[in-house]
């Protein structure tokens, strides 16, 4: 049956979604443009509007470019697509290991984080709370923090990329919903009342622990690409 045969690949995204989801990139930037709106004493109700404005222009702009890069990838010939889906399997390792290597070693060698001169400008971005402004840091952010979401994102659109069709879409805009609804999350504990200081306390104390997770979700998802390319595993 088609939904058993898509079975697997469903929980493959929804797994990696909601792990991909709790990255401190994302969730920082956030936290940040909130601390600004209430050091500028907005209500709650433009707060929540802003806010959830922010969420949607990060929505959009990663899932235009997922379609993107899927629809480019499912027209590579076959042979061209499983050397891309092992040497992508490579990179997405590597990247596994260095977010470890943060869990027990952050800020020694290189590192996948948001460039010190990028983390600057969004913090200056940040400072114009208005509509464009906040679309405009939405979409900045989606594009500069790749280096730090990235790597879950491009094993996901790689997978797909195999049987690019109706439901391989479905399931790209289902990783995005999920990907940012921590987002939304927190918007809504802040409006609720909570301290945004217990929410950058959480924050910084889970911190390594996220690049832990997202470290061993990558491996994972490196590793199944190669054995999907070379035809140990099929997903259907």
Known sequence: M????????LVTVIATAAVDSINPCAIGVL??????????????KRMLALGMLYVLAVMIVYLLAGIGLMYYFSTLPLIISEYISIIVGVIIVIAGL????DFFWYGRGISLAIPASMAKKIHEY??????????????????VELPCTGGPYLAIITLLSQHFDFTAFMFLVLYNIIFVLPL???????????????????????KAYMRLFIGLLLIALGWLLM??????????
């Open 184 to 206: 939304i999350v927190i918007l809504f504990l802040v409006a609720g009342g909570k301290k945004l200081h217990d929410i950058k306390k959480w924050k910084q104390a889970n």
């Open 126 to 143: 940040t400072k114009k709370v208005t509509i464009l402004g906040v679309i405009f840091l939405g979409a900045f952010v989606s594009a």
């Open 98 to 101: 260095l977010e470890i290597k």
């Open 31 to 44: 936290i940040l443009m909130i601390s600004v709106m209430l050091g500028n004493r907005q209500s709650v």
């Open 227 to 236: 054995l999907i390319a070379n035809g140990t595993i099929n997903l259907g």
């Open 2 to 9: 088609a939904v058993e045969a898509y079975l697997p690949t």
